[in-house]
């Protein structure tokens, strides 16, 4: 079992940043990739950026250039780094590890992000 808890979201302004923590507990070595993906209102859920193990990083194409995903393994952690912020970003925030050899995902509660003025 994985737990994941998320942090860092909140409502900025257009063209503000904001930065998302997602902190790892629990079987934390069977973990493969972490990722971020986000669900506004009436739409899908979809991928905004991804980590594997191995550093290896991909984005939505309506982030790229804008969100930066990294991670701290000594304290089990990935971020989404979010500048240029748009009002089409804004969305519930939901952190998601794959692990296990049958890559079982996993899921935080969810952040809420508003970019508005």
């Known amino acids: 079992q994985v737990q994941l808890v998320e942090s860092g979201g909140g409502l900025v302004q257009p063209g503000g940043s904001l930065r998302l923590s997602c902190a790892a507990s629990?079987?934390?070595?069977?973990?493969?990739?972490m990722g971020w993906y986000r669900q506004a209102p009436g739409k899908e859920r979809e991928l905004v950026a991804r980590?594997?193990?191995?550093?290896?990083?991909n984005y939505a194409d309506s982030v790229k250039g804008r969100f930066t995903i990294s991670r701290n393994n000594a304290k089990n952690t990935v971020y989404l780094q979010m500048n240029s912020l748009k009002p089409e970003d804004t969305a519930v925030y939901y952190c998601?590890?794959?692990?296990?050899?049958?890559?079982?995902?996993?899921w935080g509660q969810g952040t809420q992000v508003t970019v508005s003025s």
């Open positions: 980590i594997t193990s191995g550093g290896s990083t």
């Open positions: 629990g079987s934390i070595f069977s973990i493969s990739a």
């Open positions: 998601n590890a794959q692990a296990g050899i049958a890559l079982h995902n996993y």
